[in-house]
């Protein structure tokens, strides 16, 4: 069963502060929701299906539901990491198609940096079984990403300064950006000076750290019409886990390769026809491998294609995470994904900063990135597009 | 030793015959009675073959570098412990396991290095299974 252009995203919403002191993690959740919901010009009492993952407090759904006082027949609490907003979006597209639910909410809600969590993941560890075998040599998840990079250099040559202008193509889009949380633009100078933090990544290499939160409401095309917001169709949806296969671990290749070809192929559509591409961004690595895994440019040529403003909007190769990304505007709850869907829908709205719309977006693409890059990940892909 | 921090891991019944193993300078990994698979991380069946007839054998703690970064400084209990190096290695038998590269000066450690096994014990009885290269071992 295909899902192309049975489910509509009809409304999205990013919080638009960086800091928020004094909020539970529950509130601002409910904040994004009303958000979403006010977007898409529809209220609590519409909504039959519900999608959060680990950032969500306590039984995740189930307690959601009561806090948010929501009348729910369908839930999921698939916690992929940052992909899991993405992967949302698919299943809350699957149920919708097989009549299960109409309105469907998205939450994610977190507050990393008001709280003095810092850079990591907000993933569930406890007692599972690689624990004792991955967690006790140091490994930050900035040193995780830097061995992809330092594997993907040895194999292909990239460099330094090809990762670096990932940063700067985002920095030029943030500028743009009166919420984001780094305004200002860099030179790959800049990020080849700031500071090593697990080497070869910079600590311009490396995402933001920001409370803050989005949502997404997801409908049926029966629900859509009723809309007079312009409702974006979901083309195309791809998933795939990665993980180190028995010790066969590939550093330079993500779950994109799996996931990019499914969802191509559900909407009927191959990467030429992508006019822009929300990738996430925890790290510049992670556009870098993501990019060749989707098929943007051959395996090892990332490096190029990023160099000389490939990826810079509205003129760029392909004009990429507009709204600044996660190095630049927002990661909230250190996983940011549902804020790579947000920026895709403003493009495909004609609603992104003026300085940064590309000119007739017809197709755009979102990619999440979840967990440890190439070695224990989901990762997940998700073609939209302006109609059906 | 070397100077990183050791950890109270916990060990289970998949796990216990490698820690245990570990106490006596030896790498034990369990190898696939039916479809030959070394299999890493230690669990009770192959994720190869789904077989559950494995047997413990002794590894040769030889390898190489895979990749690594250096870490300038580490969170928690690591946070004065940088620059450390953190690698995965190919031990010969073929699985690419996480460790630290230890005993080396940080720049000097490059992918393809030869390494051997350290095993890392504190005066407490914890014990890591680490890594050095192998010229300086």
Redesign the interface.
Same mark, same amino acid.
Do not use: C, H, Q, T
């Given at each position: 069963m295909s899902v192309r252009g049975k489910a509509f995203i009809a409304g999205a919403y990013e919080h638009p502060l960086r800091t928020i002191p004094n909020k539970t993690v529950q509130q601002v959740h409910a904040e994004v929701a009303a958000g979403a919901l006010a977007d898409a010009g529809l209220s609590f009492s519409d909504v039959d299906a519900y999608f959060c993952a680990g950032d969500a407090p306590g039984f995740g759904a189930l307690s959601m539901a009561e806090y948010l006082g929501l009348q729910l027949t369908h839930i999921d609490n698939t916690e992929t990491g940052g992909s899991s907003y993405l992967l949302h979006v698919q299943h809350a597209a699957e149920a919708i198609a097989a009549g299960h639910c109409h309105v469907a909410l998205i939450t994610l809600a977190g507050l990393p940096r008001s709280s003095g969590a810092?850079i =990591?993941g907000a993933g569930r560890f406890g007692?599972a079984?690689? %624990?004792?075998?991955?967690n006790?040599? =140091?490994?930050?998840i %900035?040193?995780g990403y830097? /061995?992809?990079a &330092? &594997?993907h250099m040895?194999e292909f040559g990239t460099t330094s300064a090809q990762l670096a202008e990932i940063k700067v193509a985002a920095a030029s889009h943030a500028q743009h950006n009166p919420n984001a949380f780094l305004q200002n633009t860099v030179t790959v100078e800049e990020v080849l000076q700031s500071? /090593? %933090?697990?080497?070869?990544?910079h600590m311009l290499d490396c995402c933001v750290v920001t409370d803050g939160g989005g949502a997404l409401v997801v409908v049926s095309p029966e629900v859509a019409r009723k809309l007079s917001r312009h409702s974006v169709p979901v083309l195309g949806t791809g998933f795939a886990v990665k993980h %180190? +296969? +028995? =010790? &066969?671990?590939d550093?330079t290749h993500t779950g994109a390769v799996v996931s990019g070809p499914r969802a191509f192929t559900e909407a009927g559509l191959s990467p030429g026809d992508i006019r822009y591409a929300s990738i996430y961004d925890s790290f510049t690595i992670t556009v870098l491998t993501t990019l060749e895994d989707l098929g943007f440019c051959e395996k090892g040529k990332g490096g190029e294609f990023v160099s000389g403003g490939g990826l810079q909007a509205p003129f760029g190769k392909l004009p990429f995470n507009t709204d600044g990304g996660g190095l630049c505007n927002n990661h909230p709850s250190n996983r940011g994904g549902i804020t790579k869907v947000i920026e895709a829908v403003r493009q495909l709205r004609n609603e992104a900063h003026p300085a940064v719309q590309v000119p007739n977006c017809q197709f755009a693409l979102a990619h999440g990135t979840g967990g440890n890059l190439a070695t224990r990940m989901g990762s997940a892909t998700l073609i939209l597009g302006q109609e059906v | 030793m070397s100077f990183l921090p050791l950890a109270d891991v916990e060990m289970n019944n998949e796990t216990q015959p490698f820690w245990d193993a570990l106490h006596n300078n030896t790498l034990l990994l369990p190898r696939c009675t039916s479809c030959a698979s070394v299999v890493w991380y230690p669990r009770a069946h192959c994720p190869v073959c789904f077989s559950t007839e494995l047997e413990w054998e002794e590894m040769s703690g030889r390898g190489t570098i895979y990749s690594y970064s250096i870490v300038a400084k580490g969170n928690g209990r690591w946070k004065e412990s940088g620059p450390y190096v953190v690698a995965y290695i190919e031990l010969s038998e073929g699985p690419r396991i996480l460790t630290n590269i230890v005993n080396v000066t940080p720049s000097e450690v490059h992918i393809n290095m030869p390494v051997t096994a350290v095993f890392d014990t504190g005066d407490d009885g914890r014990v890591l299974l680490r890594f050095t290269s192998v010229s300086t071992s």
């Open positions: 810092g =990591g007692s079984p690689e %624990v004792p075998f991955e006790f040599f =140091g490994l930050s %900035v040193a830097a /061995m992809a &330092r &594997r040895y500071k /090593m %933090v697990a080497d070869p990544l %180190v +296969n +028995n =010790g &066969r671990i550093l | -």
